[in-house]
Structure formats: structure tokens, C-alpha cells
């Protein structure tokens, strides 16, 4: 007698676990609604999940009677197709980060909760075929039809907003034109595209160097390549991506965009608009989740043909993608750094390469990981070496103020340079990478110093919100006046933040316009869109503020740029430091002189000295780059090695030791001498959020030696008793220690 085969369904449910589950499909659910990559929702321990199917199979480990069932469907179609769920398993192996957490956790939020797969469309309005044959002046006794049938043969196809606009009786007219079947409405996600002509604007005219590239990379379409477009800031870029972007719009196929950070996509989402008649989404965390869900059910579907986003949207699926832009490639904001923790460059690439189409990472100061695979012939490097049309690059000058008289951190001479600048009507950019009033509140009577409860970190005042603040674990403290240790000493701001600095230059500068960019400042959604309008309508004198004004964009006003305080960065634990440093002084300085006029580059240091800055003064990154690649040769450090860093955190210290002394036998059995184990150690924080936290470096010359050794370490890591004391993660690639 023949047993029944039961339909079984291998499911990934975001669970801590690195495996697949075994469900059974119920009588209820025909096997025709089963395919791979749709959602189901389903029992797990004492909760219902949503998991994504990766297998159908009817065998199974594990005896069918003990197998739960499916509980619903999500889905009547895959959301993810075989190239979508190939990047991902790659993930799950490259990073060691759990199967269900990557395939569910990719998903937008919405799609996660179970909520319907469902792209929201509008009403479109046009004419039919005899519509657009019929003469109007036949129409004369119709005015408001023989109007709307003029209207609709001029426009084409029209929003249902913009048809209800031209007549209050539109309804009416509507209803008559769909009698004579006239008029025809349809659901759209966005108005037609045509292939043909997706331009609105004309495309500018490139230089020499400029047309090389585009040349070159036109050449390359529907072939995997990798392509690393040097060119210095202001050398028009942005222009190379959008005539390439044309050449593949033209195929009828779509084009990701991502950029390293939120702020520089309205800039970019406007230049786009403005050129193309192509439906354009943007994908990014200050969205709201409907909002995620439409970009990305658009792309999925073939709706939208471009895709601006952050390294969030790395994973949305497309219907047919032609090419891949990584802009500013080298900026750390493209790591991902905490949960799966992966390179969204690294990660694209490979992505590109599963679709067998170009990708191209953009930076006026390329990652070193990125020359390298130019030395490697691994990448092919285009070069942008002048400014577009007639701006010319900046003069940078390093400004000495040791033993200077200072005002806020601003020297005399800073403040001359600042004034001449104004009345010239001129812009200026201030850089300070620090938020808040000042980094730290000190007691100048016994050494006292303001320090966050949870974590070994300073607290930053916020003077305008009468705070002390921890910018690691967000607990908020009230601001106070006297020494809590000797009670007798007044306490007193030490460093600066833009806070203290907006205020000082309130204080000089009453009658100018000053503008500050930070995190408190453009916290309110809209704030920062407006914020950029005003400095580029030339409604700003100032500018003050940190990181998010050092990349992409561009103020044609602005003609003198400084960074207030760079010594931090010169003296760091951190072999990186250095490369960000010099990439940080680049981009900055990038800012000023992008118009017609002659732009200069202010760095206040006290050490004018220093290696590096002589360097990129006298020189420029191009020779700063090669020079740190032989020196990181020479220590053997990435790219000429690759490393992995296991972070642990405990309740207490002892737990963490406990954990590393159970592990290192394991790491000494899989280990053959290939792999560098450095640590365990205490981490340059040892102690956030309350937690104290440790840290184990692995390491070695060749790429597959420690993928090897890490697939055979992970599994039995949570095997281990001591493993369940402690919180534990892997970074694979880590671009800093801490």
C-alpha cells in the first residue's frame, strides 16, 4: 500500500537559527498557489510569522505527523526572483548572518508584518483611437466636450487631478465621452513612457575626458563589468551617470542609484526629474513604510524605470535591470553596522555580476579597497581629472593657529577671510564634524567630567534644549551648573559643536543669513529639502555644519570653505584614520569654487606640518592613495588582507571571558596556521549602553582561507552553553574596529 507524499514546504523565518523549517502545505491550500519566493504566514514556537518559501519538496527529516502547517498564503505571485534569491543565499554564506533574517529582513517593513503586495495605481486619462482621429470642430454644439477632447489630443495622457481641474462639470463631460467611446481611463502607476524619447531636457555638452567615459561605458552595456569613474569634485559626474542612464533607458530598462546618504537625494531626485520623462522613485529610512512599499513594488513590477536610494535599497528587486550606480563609493555610510552587517559596494558588485550587467562606483576620492581592485585589473578606472565647463579647482591653504588669538575655535585670520568673503556676496561653508553646543562639560577646579552613566563616553551639551546628551545610547541628562564632585567649581563647555558655533556667529554676523545642517536641524521631515532651496536660491550667507555637508552637493555660491577642526582625525588607533581624513579635506573642499568663481580652501590645524596635509596640499589624493596602499602593503593590512571581528557584549565582564576561553579551543581546532587570531580584548568602548563589550580580530592574506575557517567556526558558536550569557555578532570586512 503506496503512503501518501504530503506536500512540504522548506520555509526562511527570521529567526536567530541558520536554517531552513520544514512546513506541510494543508488540503486547504492547493499545490498550484505553492511556489518558491512568496510569503506564507505560519505557527513558530508560541507566535505566527511570516516566512518566505525557498524550497517545495515532498521529503523530509522529520515525520510528517510532527510537522506544522502553513497557516495562509501571502502571495499569488513570487516577490523574488531566482536572481533576487541567489544575491541573498551568497549573503547568508559571504556574512554568516542567519537565512530567515536575510531574506525576510531585505523585505520592506510592511511586506514583513503581512501586509498585501499591492503597487497602488491612479486613475489615467486619454483618448481612444477614434478620439484621437475626431475632429473637434465637429463638435461645436459640445463646447465643454469639443474643450476636453482638445485638451486630451494635446496632452495625451493626463492625471485624474489634472482632468477634474479643467471643468467643474467634468463628470458629466466624462461620462459622455465614455459613451462614445472616446475617452478611455486606466490604472497607471505613472504616465507613459516612451523608450524612444525619455528625455525632457537636452543632454549638456561633455569635455574630452567626460565622453571618454560615457563612450567607454555604453560599450560595456549588457555585460558585467565594474567600473571605478575617478574624477575630481565638479568635474561632472552626474552628467556622465545621466547620458549613460539615457543609453539604457533607451533598451526599455531599469537603472539603481544609490548614494550614501539621505540628504543628497533630493538634489539628485530634482536633477533627475528635470531630465527624464521616466516614472523616478526614491527608497530611503525617512520615508514612511507605505512609501518604501510603493518605490519598491514599482521597480519589482516594471512600473518605475529609476531607483534612487541609500544602501537599504540595495535589495529591491527589479523587473529588468541595466545598470548599477554607486555614487561617493567610498563613504563609510554604505556600511552596514549593526544586524547583517555588509558592504553595499562589495554586495553590489556582486549583484551586478548575477545579473550580468556594468556597475559603476563613482568617487572624486575612491576607496582604497577599490584602487586596489584596479591594480588587480579587477575594476577599470576612468578617469574625470578637471573641473566641468569653467570652474577651476580650489586653492587649499593650511592655516597655522597655534599661539593664535581664537574666538569659538575661529582664528583672527579665519574671521578677515570670513568677512571679506560676505561682502563680496559670496557664500561660505563651514565644516565641523561634531554636533551639539560642546563634546564635554569639565569642572576646571578638580578635573571632574560630565560622563553618560551606561556608556564610557563624554556627554555632549545641548545648551539650547538645557541637556547633557549621550550621542551612543541617546539617554538624556539635565544640564548643570556646579561641579557635583568638589560642589564648589562652576562647570565649563570644553571643544566645539555647531550649536556653540552658530552661535558665535549669530553674535558676529547679526544682519547675515546663517544656515545649520545637522541632525537636530533637519530632524523635521521637509526641514532639510527647504534648507537646501534656501542656500541654492542664494538666500544663505553661512553654512554651517557636519558630514552631511561634506558629499555631492553642489553650491555654485559658496567660494570659501573651512574645516574648523581636523587635528582629531590626524593622531587615531584607527589604520583607516588616514584615509578618511584626506577623503573628509577632498570632499569639503570640494564644495567651494563650483561656479564661476575662484574657490579657496581654509584647514585650521595646529599641526601645519603634518605628512598628510602637506601632501594633499602640495600634491593631491591620487598620490596620497598610492602612497597609503604601500604602506598598508607593507603591514599586510586590507586590501592586502581580509578580516573578520567577532563582537561580544555581556551583562558583566565575566561572562565575555567566559565565552572566549570556551571558544578558543574551537578557534585552534579549525584554525591551520592560515588565520591571524588577535584578541580577545576589550573594545575601544569597552563599555556601551550598559553593556560591556569585547572584541576577537581574525585574519588573513587570502580571501577563501578565512571564509573557510569562518564557516567552520560559526555553527558551533551558539553550541556553546557559555553562548547563551552573551550577545555575540560577526562582521565580515569590518571598516572600523570600535
Not at 506541510?24 to 506564507?40: F, H, M, Y
Not at 529639502?529 to 558630514?547: K, R
Not at 602637506?614 to 596620497?624: A, E, G, H, I, N
Request: aromatic share 8%; with cysteine; charged share 25%.
Amino acid at each position: 500500500m503506496k503512503h501518501k507524499k504530503f506536500l512540504i514546504v522548506r520555509l526562511a523565518v527570521p529567526v536567530i537559527l541558520n536554517q531552513l523549517f520544514d512546513y506541510l502545505v494543508p488540503e486547504t491550500i492547493l499545490s498550484a498557489e505553492i511556489k518558491i519566493g512568496l510569503r506564507v504566514l505560519v505557527p513558530f514556537r508560541q507566535k505566527e510569522k511570516v516566512a518566505i518559501i525557498i524550497d517545495i519538496t515532498t521529503e523530509t527529516e522529520i515525520k510528517t505527523e510532527k510537522l506544522k502547517a502553513v497557516i495562509k498564503v501571502l502571495d499569488k505571485t513570487s516577490l523574488l526572483n531566482s536572481k533576487d534569491r541567489e544575491l541573498l543565499h551568497w549573503l547568508c554564506h559571504y556574512y554568516h548572518h542567519p537565512i530567515g533574517y536575510v531574506f525576510c529582513n531585505t523585505l520592506p517593513s510592511l511586506l514583513k508584518k503581512g501586509k498585501e503586495a499591492i503597487l497602488k495605481k491612479e486613475n489615467f486619462y486619454s483618448l481612444t483611437k477614434d478620439g484621437l482621429l475626431l475632429d473637434a470642430r465637429s463638435l461645436n454644439r459640445s463646447p465643454k466636450q469639443q474643450f476636453f477632447i482638445k485638451k486630451l489630443q494635446q496632452a495625451k495622457v493626463v492625471h485624474e487631478k489634472t482632468f477634474k481641474s479643467w471643468d467643474k462639470s467634468w463628470r458629466s463631460v466624462k461620462t459622455a465621452l465614455l459613451k462614445k467611446q472616446w475617452l478611455k481611463i486606466e490604472q497607471r502607476f505613472f504616465t507613459d513612457f516612451n523608450p524612444i524619447t525619455p528625455l525632457k531636457e537636452l543632454e549638456l555638452k561633455l569635455n574630452n575626458s567626460q565622453q571618454q567615459a560615457v563612450d567607454t561605458l555604453n560599450n560595456a552595456l549588457g555585460d558585467f563589468n565594474v567600473f571605478l569613474l575617478e574624477g575630481v569634485t565638479g568635474s561632472g559626474k552626474t552628467e556622465v551617470y545621466m547620458q549613460l542612464i539615457t543609453k539604457v533607458l533607451i533598451k526599455n530598462q531599469q537603472v539603481m542609484v544609490l548614494l550614501p546618504e539621505i540628504t543628497l537625494t533630493p538634489q539628485l531626485a530634482s536633477r533627475f526629474k528635470s531630465r527624464f520623462s521616466v516614472p523616478i522613485v526614491i527608497f530611503h529610512s525617512k520615508l514612511s513604510d507605505k512609501q518604501r512599499l510603493q518605490s519598491w513594488l514599482a521597480m519589482q513590477m516594471g512600473e518605475a524605470y529609476i531607483l534612487l536610494g541609500t544602501r537599504s535599497a540595495l535589495f529591491t528587486p527589479f523587473k529588468n535591470m541595466g545598470l548599477l550606480i554607486l555614487d561617493e563609493e567610498h563613504d563609510s555610510s554604505f556600511k552596514q553596522q549593526d544586524n547583517l552587517r555588509f558592504s553595499t559596494r562589495d554586495v553590489a558588485v556582486m549583484r551586478a555580476k548575477l545579473l550580468n550587467i556594468p556597475i559603476l562606483l563613482g568617487s572624486a576620492t575612491p576607496s582604497l579597497e577599490s584602487l586596489a581592485n584596479v591594480e588587480k585589473k579587477r575594476y577599470q578606472l576612468l578617469r574625470l581629472p578637471q573641473r566641468a565647463g569653467d570652474a577651476k579647482a580650489p586653492e587649499l591653504i593650511i592655516l597655522d593657529i597655534r599661539n593664535k588669538r581664537m574666538q569659538q575655535g575661529l582664528s583672527t585670520v579665519l574671521l578677515q577671510k570670513i568677512n571679506q568673503t560676505l561682502n563680496n556676496n559670496e557664500q561660505v561653508l563651514i565644516f565641523l564634524n561634531r554636533r551639539g553646543f560642546a563634546p564635554r562639560l569639565m569642572c576646571y577646579g578638580c578635573g571632574w567630567v560630565a560622563r553618560c552613566l551606561y556608556c564610557e563616553a563624554n556627554l555632549v551639551i545641548h545648551q539650547q534644549q538645557n541637556q547633557l546628551r549621550c550621542h551612543y545610547c541617546q539617554h538624556q541628562y539635565l544640564l548643570i551648573n556646579t561641579c557635583p564632585a568638589c560642589q564648589k567649581q562652576p562647570l565649563n563647555p570644553l571643544g566645539l559643536g555647531t550649536e556653540r558655533v552658530e552661535q558665535l556667529l549669530n553674535s558676529l554676523y547679526p544682519n547675515k543669513t546663517i544656515i545649520r545642517l545637522d541632525a537636530e536641524t533637519t530632524r523635521i521631515k521637509g526641514r532639510l529639502e527647504g534648507y537646501l532651496t534656501q542656500i541654492n536660491q542664494g538666500d544663505a550667507d553661512i553654512i554651517l555644519g557636519t558630514q552631511m555637508l561634506a558629499k555631492g552637493h553642489h553650491f555654485p555660491e559658496v567660494t570659501l570653505a573651512v574645516l574648523l577642526d581636523i587635528d582629531s582625525g590626524l593622531f587615531s588607533l584607527d589604520f583607516r584614520a588616514a584615509e578618511k581624513l584626506a577623503q573628509l579635506i577632498i570632499q569639503v573642499a570640494g564644495r567651494a569654487g563650483r561656479g564661476s568663481k575662484l574657490g579657496t580652501v581654509i584647514l585650521q590645524t595646529r599641526q601645519p606640518s603634518h605628512p598628510l596635509l602637506t601632501l594633499l596640499v602640495k600634491q593631491d589624493y591620487s598620490k596620497f592613495a598610492k602612497e597609503a596602499l604601500i604602506e598598508r602593503k607593507l603591514a599586510l593590512l586590507p586590501p592586502y588582507s581580509y578580516q573578520a571581528l567577532l563582537r561580544v557584549e555581556g551583562d558583566d565582564e565575566i561572562a565575555p571571558q567566559n565565552f572566549f576561553n570556551a571558544l578558543k579551543p574551537l578557534t585552534e581546532k579549525y584554525n591551520q596556521g592560515l588565520v591571524l587570531v588577535l584578541g580577545a580584548v576589550a573594545a575601544p568602548m569597552p563599555k556601551r549602553e550598559g553593556r560591556y563589550r569585547f572584541q576577537l580580530l581574525f585574519q588573513s592574506e587570502k580571501r577563501m582561507v578565512l571564509q573557510h575557517f569562518l564557516t567552520q567556526l560559526m555553527p558551533d558558536i551558539n553550541k556553546l552553553k557559555e553562548a547563551i550569557k552573551i550577545q555575540w555578532s560577526l562582521d565580515v570586512d569590518p571598516i572600523d574596529l570600535y
